[in-house]
């Protein structure tokens, strides 16, 4: 794997599935490959924790940005799990960057990403008064 090397991909497909909403610039997407997929056994799925699946990479020249590779060109240079970081979106593409590194700390990432961030349930000013 060319870990050295930036690799850029694009997220196509989104809009059968949850949109653009999961792709908030700079978040973490994991990917895993799947291929017992019967319409392309290079298929690389795009998920994320208590959603599921949120695209796919793109594989063909009509659904890819120019400068990213498609699934097939880094199949074989990514492992089987992997993460993708949100660099920019479009109306029909989210345009990622592969994310080498520990993938202890990627998971701590993404756990983050998905916390709740107005955690404020249990605030005593919210109370209902009747």
């Given at each position: 794997?060319?870990?050295n090397k930036n690799i850029f991909v694009t997220i196509t497909?989104?809009?059968h599935y949850y949109g653009r909403e999961p792709f908030q610039i700079g978040n973490l997407i994991r990917c895993a490959k799947e291929p017992s997929n019967p319409?392309?056994?290079d298929a690389i799925r795009a998920f994320l924790p208590y959603i599921g699946k949120v695209g796919y990479i793109a594989n063909s020249p009509q659904t890819k940005a120019g400068g990213t590779e498609s699934a097939s060109r880094i199949y074989e240079r990514v492992p089987k799990r992997f993460y993708v970081r949100v660099l920019f979106t479009t109306c029909t593409k989210i345009i990622c960057?592969?994310?080498f590194g520990d993938m202890s700390?990627?998971?701590a990432e993404l756990?983050?990403?998905?916390e709740d961030k107005w955690d404020d349930w249990d605030d005593e000013d919210d109370e209902i008064q009747f």
């Open positions: 794997m060319a870990k497909g989104f809009q319409y392309d056994s960057r592969v994310e700390d990627l998971n756990e983050s990403q998905t």
